[in-house]
């Protein structure tokens, strides 16, 4: 939630109508509006911004789950704005294991995926991808996943969803999720990341 701080619309200016402080009050009223209205360089955009991106990206796949957040660690803290969501893209960041087992990377959008993203992601060169273990190669299909410490990873999918290489064009499959820790766009699991020919 963003709160609007220093405004109080009750509240009646004791100058004159018309005077300056009262101008120079309606125009801050007028951009802090467009500041919160989910315009421009907002982190994180409007639910009417996001809900159109989501349905322009959904599809229907036999990669899709009917559990989004199958095997994430940590599932609280994303939010789901599209169950199943496809992604093209190059890989502009060297794939990296993380503590709770995922592999993550970032990927630059082709021109048809840049509502995929806000200003976070751009700030970070792209949007971010994570595989979950149970969706790795290494682990045994049917059988519960943990790394390290970490139990309770889901049940392995036999999907082998290997990581990319940098610079490789990829399309990617899997739910499209708000981080809220990060206030960033994610595909969060990637179920599928397949080479893809860039578009001309």
Same mark, same amino acid.
């Given at each position: ?27 801050? %009223?007028?951009? =802090? ?36 957040? %199958? ?6 803290? =994303? ?12 890989? @502009? ?13 970032? %990927? ?18 792209? =949007?971010?991808?994570? +595989? ?30 290997? %990581? ?7 399309? +990617? ?7 809220? @820790? @990060? ?18």
């Amino acid at each position: 939630m963003i709160r609007s701080r220093g405004t109080h619309p009750g509240r009646r200016d004791s100058g004159p109508v018309g005077g300056p402080r009262s101008v120079l009050g309606f125009v801050v %009223a007028l951009c =802090l509006a467009a500041a919160l209205s989910g315009c421009g360089d907002g982190r994180v955009r409007s639910p009417a911004t996001t809900s159109v991106a989501g349905k322009a990206h959904a599809v229907r796949s036999r990669a899709c789950e009917r559990n989004p957040l %199958a095997g994430v660690h940590g599932p609280d803290r =994303l939010q789901v704005l599209s169950p199943c969501a496809a992604f093209e893209g190059t890989v @502009n960041q060297a794939p990296v294991k993380n503590p709770d087992g995922d592999v993550s990377f970032e %990927a630059s959008p082709d021109p048809g995926y840049r509502s995929m993203l806000n200003a976070h992601n751009r700030s970070e060169g792209g =949007l971010h991808i994570e +595989i979950v273990p149970r969706d790795q190669p290494g682990c045994t299909p049917g059988q519960p996943v943990h790394f390290g410490d970490i139990p309770n990873l889901g049940i392995c999918s036999g999907r082998d969803v290997a %990581a990319p290489a940098l610079g490789a064009h990829v399309r +990617i499959i899997g739910p499209w999720v708000l981080d809220r @820790n @990060n206030n960033w766009y994610e595909i969060h699991p990637a179920w599928s990341i397949k080479p893809t020919r860039r578009h001309s």
